[in-house]
């Protein structure tokens, strides 16, 4: 009996040994690249420094755990910045640079539909995988199976603010939209469709033409005049309070409903809380959420930046930067074809924003936050929606 | 024989950069992102020398030249991409296809700026400026409302056919067409009008015949320029042929010099590289707009003319002497190169 026992005993320490050896042991793969694309300087500047700073939280975190682990090996990430001026042309120089240069496992960014339906190609002709964080645009995951996206798509958001507006008993609606712009225009068209089919009414709509409008009294007085029950203003976050400020000078007293682009506090602090309050729009992410994991991130956030609270620009970028992570970590192979794979089958990833599991389409299926302005012009949760 | 070296010369030169460049991209000194960029630089070189020709050759002022170069983008995109299909068209027939594109691009182009050409010209100096200004935000205006080519979306799908060689291809043609058309007869009248129009009216110049041709033959050049462009991005939207493309080119052509070919081949050069070349100088990324500006504003305090102001290559320039070459009077004056040993 005691032979055995000895035997036994031997045995577990051997394989204690082994265990203790191969995790002393773990090795460590060469550094693995990540590009990132954000407008830095020009008209954009304001949503680059969130991504930035949502990618560089994720950076930090992955420092702390000294890379990723996949398959018992552990590959250092380094994050690669660049600015795209949020132009087009800036954005297919920047993707080539990170993939032919750099040599990316993976790209996340832009944030602008525009930048990477130009970039996009490249992207998927180099066999790059690339994952846009606000680029809404139903097109950009058409390009090729390279293409992945952070955020939910126009169609869904417009579905979103027409559900809510009539749930709200809005039985007319006006719109006021920058017919210039895209995204602008995706989310108007699947309003109006949404809308109509629910059984509301468009009693206006006004439209104007560029980023560099400062006055739309003349669309708004006609919107007064019109007297809807709420206003849609799916426009760009510059032009946004303006408009807000403008509605309200123009005796539209009406709710006014917005899109993920009024999702920066600085929209409520120029608009004024007066003209804002009781105000809603959809969001990718609410900061109120309740779920421990989105708490942590904003805690993070807030610690990281001097109190400064995530905007959705931030958290679709973290969560975009840890799309790709999680791919490195379940890629059989660890190159651009393998990371693509994992990515298109990440399913039940929890992260700020919910429970993401990317879809056939290479869209992710995730819930939208509405929330609301309050009398201090404070954005608060309002309810979650899911598709 | 030397006439013929002195026109094979700079072919063979630029046969031989093309190959230098195919080599340091196949031993991976030079990669896809530095082809694009000189792709781009080729673009902007082409779009600049149309703008000179307007603005430092004829003395026009233009500010609305992506106007043009947007209707050339979009005039070539629909023919390559609309009407033969894209990406479904026979490798075979890709080539032609492109260059009818570019064609389309160039002619189309070339008639708005005829349509435009016939009322503004009439006009001088600011009042041009302003209506060259209008016509460029009223093509964007346009091309925004147009369903059929995306609006305002932009449109997707343009087969990338553009490639380095043929960009070279076009900014030599350009460049020897430019330089044929300057020192003619038109491009000298064109001259005489910008030293000064009153005095060239007196000679019997037909100024506004002469301010038209050279609007037109810029705006065919811008044309191409476009086609070209959309053809590297393959996507184009309006908006990207806004006023501030427009400036860009202001840019490149005042810091190049006006009245230089040669100006104008190094600041569309050295303005699209540089921004770029920044990108690898580390810590000084975040200041590379602010470096960028600085530059500009350096050589305009220092050259006021512009880098080559009045300054040519002796490539880019045809000699008077050049010209009496052929012995268009009478043996004795063949000059002294030509004379038999």
């Known amino acids: 009996m005691k032979k055995i026992n000895v035997i036994l005993s031997v045995l577990v320490l051997f394989t204690l040994l082994i265990s203790v050896a191969s995790v002393t042991a773990a090795e460590t793969g060469k550094t693995l690249k990540i590009g990132v694309v954000s407008p830095i300087s020009g008209s954009a500047a304001l949503a680059g420094k969130y991504i930035v700073n949502g990618v560089k939280l994720l950076e930090n975190e992955l420092n702390a755990a000294g890379g990723v682990m996949n398959n018992g090996v552990l590959y250092p990430i380094e994050f690669v910045y660049e600015d795209n001026e949020a132009k087009e042309d800036i954005t297919t120089n920047v993707y080539q640079k990170l993939i032919y240069q750099d040599e990316v496992i993976g790209i996340v960014g832009p944030d602008m539909s525009k930048c990477i339906l130009a970039a996009g190609t490249i992207a998927q002709s180099a066999g790059c995988p690339a994952i846009g964080t606000f680029t809404t645009n139903v097109a950009v995951t058409q390009i090729g199976d390279y293409l992945f996206r952070a955020c939910f798509i126009d169609p869904f958001q417009g579905q979103v603010a027409a559900t809510f507006a009539w749930g709200e008993g809005y039985k007319t609606a006006a719109v006021l939209y920058n017919n210039a712009d895209a995204y602008s225009k995706g989310l108007y068209e699947a309003f109006v469709q949404s809308y109509e089919a629910l059984g509301g009414k468009i009693v206006e709509t006004q439209a104007y033409s560029g980023a560099d409008v400062k006055d739309y009294n003349v669309q708004l007085t006609k919107i007064a005049a019109a007297k809807p029950e709420c206003v849609f203003m799916p426009n760009l976050l510059n032009e946004v309070p303006l408009q807000i400020q403008q509605a309200r000078a123009n005796g539209i007293t009406v709710p006014l409903i917005g899109g993920d682009s009024w999702d920066t506090p600085e929209v409520a602090q120029v608009a004024g809380a007066e003209n804002i309050k009781g105000s809603v729009y959809i969001s990718a992410f609410s900061p109120d959420n309740p779920d421990p994991i989105a708490q942590k991130f904003v805690n993070d956030f807030k610690t990281a930046y001097n109190g400064d609270v995530p905007n959705s620009n931030a958290v679709l970028a973290y969560e975009a930067g840890a799309m790709l992570v999680e791919a490195i970590k379940n890629a059989k192979t660890v190159d651009r074809a393998g990371v693509r794979d994992a990515l298109a089958q990440i399913q039940g990833l929890a992260l700020p924003s919910g429970i993401v599991t990317v879809g056939e389409d290479r869209n992710p299926i995730k819930g939208a936050a509405i929330l609301q302005y309050n009398d201090q012009g404070v954005a608060t949760f309002l309810k979650n929606v899911n598709p | ?341």
């Open chain 2, 1 to 341: 024989m030397k006439p013929l070296i002195r026109k094979l010369l700079p072919i063979l030169g630029v046969v031989a950069l093309y190959y230098l460049i195919m080599y340091l991209k196949s031993i991976k000194v030079m990669n896809p992102y530095h082809i694009q960029v000189l792709m781009f630089a080729g673009v902007n070189i082409m779009m600049t020398i149309s703008l000179n020709i307007v603005n430092g050759f004829t003395g026009q002022f233009c500010i609305g030249h992506a106007g043009f170069m947007s209707l050339g983008a979009y005039g070539a995109s629909i023919v390559t991409t609309m009407i033969f299909g894209g990406f479904s068209v026979a490798p075979n027939l890709r080539i032609p296809v492109f260059l009818l594109g570019l064609l389309a691009g160039g002619l189309v182009a070339g008639a708005v700026g005829l349509l435009i050409g016939i009322p503004t010209l009439k006009l001088k100096g600011d009042y041009l400026a302003i209506v060259t200004l209008a016509f460029g935000e009223i093509v964007r205006a346009t091309l925004r409302l147009i369903e059929p080519i995306g609006a305002a979306r932009g449109m997707i799908g343009i087969p990338p056919y553009t490639n380095f060689a043929w960009v070279l291809f076009f900014v030599v043609l350009t460049l020897i067409v430019a330089r044929n058309f300057i020192y003619s007869k038109h491009g000298r009248a064109c001259i005489a009008i910008r030293d000064n129009e009153i005095a060239a009216d007196a000679m019997g110049i037909n100024t506004t015949k002469y301010k038209i041709i050279s609007f037109v033959f810029a705006a065919f050049i811008a044309g191409v320029a476009g086609g070209l462009y959309a053809h590297i991005m393959s996507f184009i939207q309006p908006d990207t042929f806004s006023f501030v493309k427009s400036s860009d080119l202001l840019v490149y052509l005042y810091a190049g010099g006006t009245g230089s070919l040669t100006g104008s081949v190094l600041g569309g050069l050295l303005l699209t590289v540089l921004p770029e070349a920044l990108r690898t100088f580390g810590n000084l990324v975040n200041w590379r707009i602010v470096i960028y500006a600085v530059t500009l504003v350096i050589i305009m305090l220092y050259r006021p003319l512009g880098l080559c102001g009045g300054k040519e290559l002796p490539l880019l320039k045809i000699n008077r002497k050049h010209l009496y070459e052929k012995s268009i009077f009478s043996k004795k004056s063949v000059h002294p190169s030509e004379t038999p040993n």
